[in-house]
Nanobody, 120 residues
């Protein structure tokens, strides 16, 4: 089965940095999109950043200039480097992938989420 395994969350002070990782495993034929979403308490899940097959990268305005998404295609892994973190960045961060598993059509997969807390 295809799974997304996340790591890198934790507690950090304002202005600090964290690097999230998400590795897709299983019988994967191709990955179209890998990206990150987040959900803060009392808010809906929001899109953060996306890496599209072919090298196209997009960011939400709230994180542009502070966060960097990258992908290691050989490892089926996507990263989110988060710098200059603010308390407003506190949320559960979810890895997302739109991919094609063996003998299937493309579909969406989600990680379990990793908690990022920015507090002094």
């Amino acid at each position: 089965q295809v799974q997304l395994v996340e790591s890198g969350g934790g507690l950090v002070q304002p202005g600090g940095s964290l690097r999230l990782s998400c590795a897709a495993s299983g019988s994967i034929s191709s990955i179209n999109i890998m990206g990150w979403y987040r959900q803060a308490p009392g808010k809906e899940r929001e899109w953060v950043a996306t890496s599209i097959r072919g090298g196209i990268i997009n960011y939400a305005d709230s994180v542009k200039g502070r966060f960097t998404i990258s992908r290691d295609s050989a490892k089926n892994t996507v990263y989110l480097q988060m710098n200059s973190l603010k308390p407003e960045d506190t949320a559960v961060y979810y890895c997302h992938a739109n991919l094609r598993a063996s003998h299937t059509s493309s579909t969406d997969y989600w990680g379990q989420g990793t908690q990022v807390t920015v507090s002094s």
